[in-house]
C-alpha cells in the first residue's frame, strides 16, 4: 500500500520523529517486560524486577494513549491498532503469578508484539521519507536487542533452553556490534551522539561478558543489571537521533 505524503508543517514533521522513537520503544518494551517476568519467576532482584515491570507496562500504556491521540493514516492506524492489542494480551498474561508455563507465554506474546512493533516503526520510517529516520530505527532496535539478549538468556536459565533460542542469541549479539559500527560510521554525528555511541560501546563490553556466563545465580545478577544500564544508554542514544530528525524534518 502505498503511504500518503508527509504532512507539510514542521510542527507534524517533528511529531513523527518522536512517533519512530515511540513506536520503536514498543519492541524493547516487549522483550524487557518478559525478561523482568522471568527476573520473577528466577528470583532475581525480584523486588526490583517487579517494580521496572509494572513501570514497563505503565510506560506502553501511556505511550499507546499518546500515539492515538494523533491523526494518522489508515494503514499507520491499524499497525498500531496491532500494537496495542497485543500489549494488551502481554499486559494481561504478566499480571498473572510468575511460572515456567507463564514464562514460555509471555516470551510468545512478547515476540508477537515485537513483531507488530516493528511493522508500525518500518510503515512510520518509510513516511517520514529522510534517510536519518533510519537511524532512528536503528538505535532503537539497539534497545530491542539488548532485552531480548537478556530475556534469552533467562529462558536457558529456566529450563527453556533450545538449538533455535541459542542461535538467536548468537545472531542478535553479532548485529547489535554490526549496528554499533554502522552507527559509528553514519555521516549524520553530533559531539553527543558520539560520546553516546562510545559509552554505549563500553556498556556492551561488560553486557556482552554477562550473556556469556553460565547462567548461574551470579550470570543472572550480572544480566539484569548490565541489561538495564545498556538500555538506558541506548534509549539516550535513540533520543539524540530522534532530535536529529526532528531538525532534517523541521
Known sequence: M???ALPSTALARM????????????RAMSQRTAKLYGQ????????RAREALE??????????????RQAWPPEVARLLADVRRSAERLDGLTAQPAGKSGLQAVSAQADQMLTHANSATQALEHLAQAPTARLVNMA???????????????LVAAGLDSRPLRDQIAGDAEEFQRA????????????AIRTTLELGQGQWVFFDMAIKRQPNARGLEDVATTSERLLEVMDSLTALYEVALQDVLG
Open 15 to 26: 511529531a513523527l520523529a518522536t512517533a519512530i522513537n515511540r513506536t520503536a520503544r514498543f
Open 140 to 154: 532503537g532496535r539497539q534497545r530491542m536487542l539488548s532485552q531480548r539478549l537478556a530475556k534469552n538468556y533467562g
Open 2 to 4: 502505498l503511504m500518503p
Open 180 to 191: 554499533m559500527a554502522q552507527l559509528a560510521g553514519a555521516p549524520l554525528s553530533t559531539p
Open 40 to 47: 520473577l519467576h528466577l528470583n532475581v532482584r525480584p523486588e
Open 55 to 68: 513501570q514497563t507496562r505503565r510506560q506502553v500504556r501511556a505511550d499507546l494513549d499518546e500515539l492515538d
